[in-house]
């Protein structure tokens, strides 16, 4: 296969890819003994309303505990995306966060939930009856959950991706378009898709202060959105400036480290009263 590339780089080519092919069997072997050992943990980030400064949802962020390898999130995701394991992972989190979601009412979790969802979960022929059983055993209210989906998920077939998120609104659902900006970001997704959210990815967030392209871009997002009905969420907000110029551009809701940094939801419910990023609103 790579014979036509010389000698030497043949040599260079087939180290590394011995290399990347032993990397991935570590971890996906670690990855299955952390699936049967339950070394996962779920950690949850607020996003706030930024005016308000108040907490409106939740997301969901896997996290491995007594991580043998010590990589982060999300290189151990795209090994499970690339191995097949994701499908497990991404069950294992929706029982989780439903089984949590129905045990606590909403007066002690008044928000709503947000879980990622990977290409191949969402793409995946039994997620609607995985989903409907899973209702059906926790008596949860969908509305309550938020699921984030990224453009990948509508490359290679718009239109059985566009009944799969048609079904998973029907059912009552939220959807967001996660990391909005980084990919294709192709205009025709959200002209034809009923999504509730537009997350904006922090690549963008992290320059719209130094960046006066960035700074545009992502305020005609935001009006964008606004115009066809969805929400905008600021991700990876890092400093009050960035919050300031967001709260300017009509930024809808935010998430980042300036605010809170994701955390176990016992730690998360205990602080409620501080969890409030602002005492007084912007108005
Ligand atoms: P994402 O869905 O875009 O999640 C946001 C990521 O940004 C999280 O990284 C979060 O910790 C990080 N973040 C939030 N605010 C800040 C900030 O102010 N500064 C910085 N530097 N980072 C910030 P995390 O938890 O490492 O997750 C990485 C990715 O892994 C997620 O990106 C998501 O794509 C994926 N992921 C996480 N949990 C799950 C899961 O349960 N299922 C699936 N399929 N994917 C997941
Ligand atoms: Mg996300
Ligand atoms: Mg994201
Ligand atoms: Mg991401």
């Not at 055993?137 to 990224?150: D, L, N, Q, V």
């Not at 009944?163 to 909005?180: E, H, Y």
């Amino acid at each position: 296969k790579a014979k036509s590339l010389g000698k030497g780089l043949n040599v260079n080519y087939e180290v590394a890819l011995q290399y990347e092919v032993e990397r991935l069997i570590t971890i996906e072997n670690a990855i299955v003994e952390a699936l049967k050992r339950s070394a996962f943990k779920l950690y949850y980030q607020p996003i706030y309303d930024m005016r308000a400064g108040k907490v409106v949802t939740v997301e969901v962020l896997l996290r491995w505990q007594d991580n043998p390898l010590e990589i982060s999130t999300q290189d151990f995701i795209n090994v499970a995306e690339r191995t097949g394991h994701i499908l497990e992972i991404d069950e294992w989190v929706i029982d989780n966060v439903f089984q949590f979601v129905a045990k606590m009412k909403t007066k002690v979790l008044p928000y709503t939930v947000a879980i990622n969802l990977s290409v191949q979960t969402f793409k995946s022929e039994k997620l609607i009856e995985f989903l409907e059983d899973e209702v059906a055993k926790y008596g949860i209210e969908p509305s309550r959950i938020a699921f984030e989906i990224t453009e990948y998920s509508f490359i290679d077939d718009f239109d059985k991706a566009k009944t799969a998120v048609m079904r998973l609104k029907q059912m009552g659902f939220r959807i967001s378009l996660d990391d909005f900006g980084t990919r294709f970001s192709s205009l025709n997704y959200l002209v034809k898709m009923p999504f509730d959210l537009l997350k904006i990815d922090k690549s963008y967030i992290d320059q719209i202060v130094d960046e006066t392209a960035h700074a545009i871009v992502v305020e005609h997002i935001i009006q964008m959105s606004r115009a066809l009905g969805l929400k905008s969420v600021a991700e990876g907000i890092e400093d009050e400036c960035q919050y300031q110029q967001l709260c300017r551009m009509g930024c809808d809701f935010g998430q980042g480290f300036l605010m809170a940094k994701p955390a176990p939801i016992e730690e998360l419910i205990n602080l409620e009263p501080q969890l409030d990023y602002r005492k007084t609103p912007i108005v």
